[in-house]
């Protein structure tokens, strides 16, 4: 997906908050330690520095919903991560969203007060969630030994 595609699907998904724009989505590709996680009708933006890898966006067409679409880029980017810990903030009234985080071992470790601007309405909470990841993803990041074998 181009970054024009990224921000044609996100601006479809998220309808009650700023959209990110194609130039946003190019320069997060740009960086060293970001990476995309595509499905036809979704995508996830991961970000994996040291022991920690959060979850920048994930985005799926509101028409395809409900089609444990981002349940398996969710199991994709846990799985892959390469990390000790994930992490990832959500809007407070997205319930659907802290299910699934929920559902991976996701635990609420703050909030942000009145982050999220919604338009005509009131703002926000972003709720602040952590899951820890198994030894073994940690142990086979780049620059450590494998504990294995």
Avoid: C
């Avoid at 590709?29 to 040291?50: K, S």
């Avoid at 444990?68 to 000790?84: F, M, P, R």
């Amino acid at each position: 997906m181009t970054p024009e595609d990224l921000a044609a699907l996100h601006r479809l998904a998220f309808t009650s908050e700023r959209p990110w724009s194609a130039a946003e989505f190019a320069s997060l590709l740009a960086e060293e330690h970001v990476r995309p996680l595509h499905h036809t009708y979704g995508f996830a933006l991961i970000r994996t520095v040291a022991d920690e890898s959060e979850l920048l966006t994930l985005a799926v067409h509101p028409a395809h919903r409900r089609q444990h679409i981002g349940d398996t880029l969710v199991t994709e980017w846990l799985q892959s991560a390469k990390a000790a810990q994930a992490f990832l903030e959500v809007a407070a009234d997205n319930r659907a969203a802290q299910t699934l985080y929920s559902k991976h071992g996701f635990v609420e470790t703050g909030r942000r007060k009145a982050y999220y601007r919604r338009a005509g309405a009131a703002s926000v909470d972003a709720v602040l969630m952590t899951a820890a990841l198994p030894p073994r993803q940690a142990a086979e990041s780049p620059g450590k030994p494998s504990k294995t074998g």
